[in-house]
């Protein structure tokens, strides 16, 4: 898929890699020095084409990379 080889896609990719417990926006947005507009875009297509996934836990949103990505 063209969208997962871009460039942020794959710092997004990578660093989740690393970070497998779950992540909020807000740390990946600190991390990747990524300002919030612009990963809440990346994410949301992320996780249309099921490369992550998004899950509440007590009131946060942690992404996490989906099952099929990780490997």
């Not at 807000?26 to 249309?48: C, D, I, P, R, V």
């Amino acid at each position: 898929n063209y969208f997962t080889t871009k460039e942020k896609s794959q710092k997004i990719i990578n660093f989740m890699k690393k970070e497998n417990l779950g992540i909020t926006k807000t740390t990946l947005s600190q991390e990747l020095k990524m300002h919030m507009n612009t990963l809440a875009k990346y994410l949301s297509l992320l996780e249309k084409y099921e490369v992550i996934v998004k899950k509440k836990i007590d009131n946060k949103n942690l992404y996490f990379l989906s099952e099929k990505s990780a490997q």
